[in-house]
């Protein structure tokens, strides 16, 4: 298993490595493809569809399975969350903004991949993800909370945030 990171990361596992390099340059990615893996998981982030085309496409044709990190953001507000549920891309709300928004690149990056020739993938809708090095909480990053937490601070959200009810994974 090779982990390409932007972090100086070792790895205590005989079959894992980490690569330190920028996942988003394509011509490092094309080279390292030729080691012919199994599968890739994407956990990159693209802001929109037309950015994660060329990767889309780079993925699907150098790898059996391609999984692709989408986000549960995708759905609307009916819950629990089911496969069935409606998705926000397909009845956004009235007003809704959907520049730099998530959850609209995610949604539409699902529909490419489905409307594409490549078959080869699953899509993965992980809550909200956490690490030792990342937590987000709404639109606020770890250096944020953790920062006015330990400061005595008032963390700061959003009042539409107040009442949702959300699961966070490891």
């Known amino acids: 298993v ?15 490595t980490y690569i330190v390099h920028d996942a988003y340059e394509l011509p490092f990615l094309e080279e390292l493809l030729k080691n012919k893996y199994d599968a890739i998981v994407d956990f ?52 809704y903004i959907t520049e730099r928004e998530y959850s609209i690149y995610k949604a539409q990056q699902e529909d490419y991949m489905r409307e594409s020739e490549y078959k080869n993938y699953t899509i993965v809708r992980p809550a909200i993800t956490y690490s030792t090095r990342r937590l987000q909480l709404t639109t606020l990053e770890a250096n944020v909370v953790v920062y006015r937490m330990l400061t005595g601070k008032t963390v700061v959200l959003p009042e539409s945030a107040m009442d949702c009810q959300a699961t966070m994974t490891w």
Request: cysteine-free.
């Open 2 to 16: 090779d982990g390409v990171t932007i972090e100086e990361v070792v790895s205590d596992k005989e079959n894992l």
């Open 44 to 95: 990159l982030f693209y802001n929109s569809l037309e950015k994660f085309m060329p990767y889309h496409k780079l993925f699907s044709e150098n790898t059996e399975h391609y999984i692709f990190l989408s986000s549960y953001r995708v759905y609307g507000g009916d819950y629990p969350i089911t496969e069935n549920t409606k998705r926000l891309w397909d009845e956004l709300p009235e007003g």
